[in-house]
């Protein structure tokens, strides 16, 4: 099993609203990412948890909040975004804190109105 | 001078020809190279993984690396309609924990 599942697969939010991304995997990496990307972009990393703490944030505005509640599921929780944070939002997982082969959720599309 | 470049495209290529995609980079200090697809409004799907120099043959794909010319490349051969997508080239270090993306290449394979 190499699935990524994230929940939901698409989203449409108000600048005022409070929402939250799932990602899950039971795959037994240790190392668990949220990516962002624009249309016709590459990813873009956001955050990363390495054994369930967060080792990387890639100065991401803190409208933007990860959760690792345990080493399988990752949270992106969301309040008071921007238009301009509507994309594409990908969670990822890697074996561990080298993240060389990395496997991608399908995503969760985000309008922001 | 970015980290790594990859043309954009897009790329049209009628069915059952061979495509070539590539990137180059600057960083010395990579050593894992992978290529990813991604189909339109999906995820990146992981589609070869190389570590440090020389060839990957994986059916139809091909995956090579020369890093003394910093330069990887994705072979297809008998593209397929299915082929269609966006092909992202990543690499990283042996401590990072960041791939660094090209932009990706579009291709469209016609029937």
């Known amino acids: 099993d190499t699935e990524v599942t994230q929940t939901p697969k698409h989203l449409v939010m108000g600048m005022t609203n409070k929402k939250s991304l799932k990602c899950e995997q039971h795959m037994g990496h240790r190392a668990m990412y949220w990516y962002k990307q624009k249309a016709k972009k590459p990813p873009e990393l956001m955050f990363v948890?390495?054994?369930?703490?967060?080792?990387i944030n890639e100065s991401v505005p803190s409208r933007f909040s990860p959760e690792c509640p345990n080493s399988s599921l990752l949270n992106l929780h969301l309040h008071a975004l921007q238009p301009e944070d509507s994309a594409l939002y990908l969670c990822a997982s890697s074996q561990g804190r080298d993240g060389e082969k990395l496997f991608f959720g399908s995503g969760t599309q985000l309008s922001v109105l | 001078q970015k980290e790594v470049e990859q043309d954009p495209g897009p790329l049209s290529v009628p069915e059952g020809a061979i495509v070539s995609l590539n990137c180059t980079y600057s960083?010395?200090?990579?050593?894992?190279f992978m290529w990813y697809r991604q189909y339109s409004r999906k995820g990146p799907e992981l589609l070869m993984y190389t570590y440090s120099s020389g060839n990957k043959e994986d059916g139809r794909f091909t995956a090579q690396v020369d890093k003394s010319s910093k330069y990887i490349s994705l072979f297809i051969r008998d593209s397929q309609p299915s082929d269609s997508a966006t092909y992202l080239c990543a690499m990283t270090d042996q401590a990072g924990t960041a791939l660094i993306f090209g932009k990706g290449t579009t291709l469209s394979v016609s029937s």
């Open positions: 948890y390495s054994y369930e703490k967060l080792s």
């Open positions: 960083n010395s200090a990579f050593q894992y």
